[in-house]
């Protein structure tokens, strides 16, 4: 079977903390592409081989690093195929390596998953690669005791879980997505848009699917990230705290990799990003440090 997914950790001390996510791949007969790629002893090379997992046919990338865990972000940041980001145990306990993976600037999502996960990362990394290949899906349902989600569709579209009445869609219009709101869930993709009344409320759903997760929360220091796994069965993507638009994206990306519109439309908005930056820092320079004071 082809290589669709790529696991790169940013040192050879991180692999026995993630062996459950070979152990899973390869009990599934889905092989990968381990790599050891560190975002800051290697930065050009860990850069490079990023922009070269599209051309080379990988279709998600499960990066994995503790401490200042920088590897999935900038690995995110050179690619537009997924990232599922795992952060593992450091000498401070792993909440730095969380944070960092977690909160993504906008426009630059990871699909985290909690400390130390490497099973899940790899059962979501399987998810998004086999969307249109129903034999490895089999397997996964077989294994997971979970029914199978119907085939892609000829059209992108996701189910969207949500108390948001006001929700803006516009990434997902502009992507060329279609959605339903509230309604029986009939995508692979389903986005959790929550807040604290949506947390006791779940659509029933027993199928196999990719849910991503974006709290709304203001006071998240008292929001209970526990009682997000009574939502949704399996692992989830976390793409951070207030990152609506990046839970929108990352849907786009894995959708992407399915359908070549939407990822075309992603790299026109990741380069307007690019140029947004650039034109702000010409303004620093020509107006100084007071034009953004």
Same mark, same amino acid.
């Given at each position: 079977?082809?290589?669709?997914?790529?696991?790169?950790?940013?040192?050879?001390? /991180?692999?026995?903390? *993630?062996?459950?996510?070979?152990?899973?791949?390869?009990?599934?007969?889905?092989?990968?592409?381990?790599?050891?790629?560190?975002?800051?002893?290697?930065?050009?090379?860990?850069?490079?081989? #990023?922009?070269?997992?599209?051309?080379?046919?990988?279709?998600?990338?499960?990066?994995? #690093?503790?401490?200042?865990?920088?590897?999935?972000?900038? @690995?995110?940041?050179?690619?537009?195929?997924?990232?599922?980001?795992?952060?593992?145990?450091?000498?401070?306990?792993?909440?730095?390596?969380?944070? %960092?993976?977690?909160?993504?600037?906008?426009?630059?999502?990871?699909?985290?998953?909690?400390?130390?996960?490497?099973?899940?990362?790899?059962?979501?990394?399987?998810?998004?690669?086999?969307?249109? /290949?129903?034999?490895?899906?089999?397997?996964?349902?077989?294994?997971?005791?979970?029914?199978?989600?119907?085939?892609?569709?000829?059209?992108?579209?996701?189910?969207?879980? @949500?108390?948001?009445?006001?929700?803006? @869609?516009?990434?997902?219009?502009?992507?060329?997505?279609?959605?339903? *709101?509230?309604?029986?869930?009939?995508?692979?993709?389903? *986005?959790? *848009?929550? /807040?604290?009344?949506?947390?006791?409320?779940?659509?029933?759903?027993?199928?196999?699917?990719?849910?991503?997760?974006?709290? @709304?929360?203001?006071?998240?220091?008292?929001?209970?990230?526990?009682?997000?796994?009574?939502?949704?069965?399996?692992?989830?993507?976390?793409?951070?705290?207030?990152?609506? %638009?990046?839970?929108?994206?990352?849907?786009?990306?894995?959708?992407?990799?399915?359908?070549?519109? =939407?990822?075309?439309?992603?790299?026109?908005?990741?380069?307007?990003?690019?140029?947004? =930056?650039?034109?702000? /820092?010409?303004?620093?320079?020509?107006?100084?440090?007071?034009?953004?004071?």
């Amino acid at each position: 079977m082809k290589k669709l997914i790529e696991i790169r950790t940013g040192s050879n001390s /991180d692999i026995p903390k *993630i062996k459950e996510c070979y152990y899973f791949l390869k009990e599934l007969g889905i092989s990968f592409s381990p790599r050891i790629l560190s975002a800051h002893r290697t930065p050009e090379l860990m850069a490079q081989e #990023a922009r070269d997992l599209e051309k080379n046919g990988f279709l998600v990338s499960i990066a994995a #690093a503790g401490g200042s865990a920088h590897l999935a972000g900038m @690995t995110a940041s050179e690619t537009c195929i997924p990232v599922v980001a795992l952060p593992v145990t450091s000498s401070v306990g792993g909440l730095d390596a969380l944070l %960092s993976m977690a909160q993504m600037p906008p426009g630059i999502p990871n699909g985290c998953l909690g400390l130390g996960q490497a099973e899940n990362a790899a059962i979501l990394a399987a998810r998004i690669m086999s969307l249109d /290949d129903m034999e490895v899906r089999n397997k996964l349902s077989s294994k997971l005791d979970t029914k199978i989600l119907a085939e892609l569709n000829n059209i992108p579209n996701i189910s969207i879980v @949500t108390d948001n009445d006001k929700l803006d @869609t516009s990434l997902l219009d502009r992507f060329g997505i279609n959605y339903s *709101i509230n309604s029986k869930i009939d995508s692979p993709v389903v *986005i959790y *848009i929550l /807040d604290e009344s949506v947390i006791s409320k779940r659509i029933p759903n027993d199928v196999e699917q990719i849910s991503i997760i974006s709290p @709304t929360v203001k006071d998240f220091e008292n929001f209970k990230l526990s009682e997000l796994d009574n939502l949704v069965d399996g692992p989830y993507a976390f793409t951070g705290v207030q990152r609506v %638009s990046n839970s929108m994206i990352y849907a786009a990306q894995i959708l992407g990799n399915y359908f070549p519109n =939407v990822r075309d439309k992603f790299k026109e908005y990741k380069h307007e990003l690019y140029l947004q =930056v650039v034109e702000k /820092d010409k303004l620093i320079q020509e107006k100084g440090v007071d034009y953004y004071l």
